[in-house]
């Protein structure tokens, strides 16, 4: 009888990220480090629009007008007809890649948010 050791867990990596110009430290698997950074990104573009727009102040009103917004994107998505649309059919599956971007945009969203609650 062979025995089989299993595979080392994936190692974590810690980044330090910046979202509307407020530093925060966050913990990731390697293989998520690109999408969260896309995310981080996404989000930050996301909250500067709010922020810009002038009718919003404060970080934290900010970012759950942000998370109010992305989630609204997200369950319009989980709504909208679920045949792909040509593009996606040609491209094997956009629409599987768009859901998994928002998903990971939305655990940055959650580790942003519990990073502000630990300020207060």
């Not at 050791?5 to 330090?16: F, G, I, M, Q, Y």
């Not at 573009?45 to 009103?61: A, H, L, P, S, Y």
């Not at 040509?86 to 945009?105: C, L, Y």
């Amino acid at each position: 009888m062979t025995t089989r050791t299993p595979p080392p867990a994936e190692r974590a990596v810690k980044l330090d990220i910046q979202i509307l110009g407020r530093d925060f430290k966050v913990a990731c698997k390697e293989h998520e480090r690109a999408e969260l950074l896309e995310a981080v990104g996404f989000l930050d573009q996301r909250m500067r629009e709010i922020r810009d727009g002038g009718k919003i102040t404060g970080v934290e009103r900010i970012a759950v007008m942000a998370a109010l917004n992305l989630a609204n994107e997200l369950l319009r998505e989980r709504k909208a007809p679920t045949a792909p649309a040509p593009a996606a059919r040609a491209s094997g599956g956009e629409a599987a890649e768009a859901r998994r971007r928002i998903i990971a945009m939305q655990a940055a969203i959650d580790q942003t948010m519990a990073g502000q609650a630990k300020l207060l």
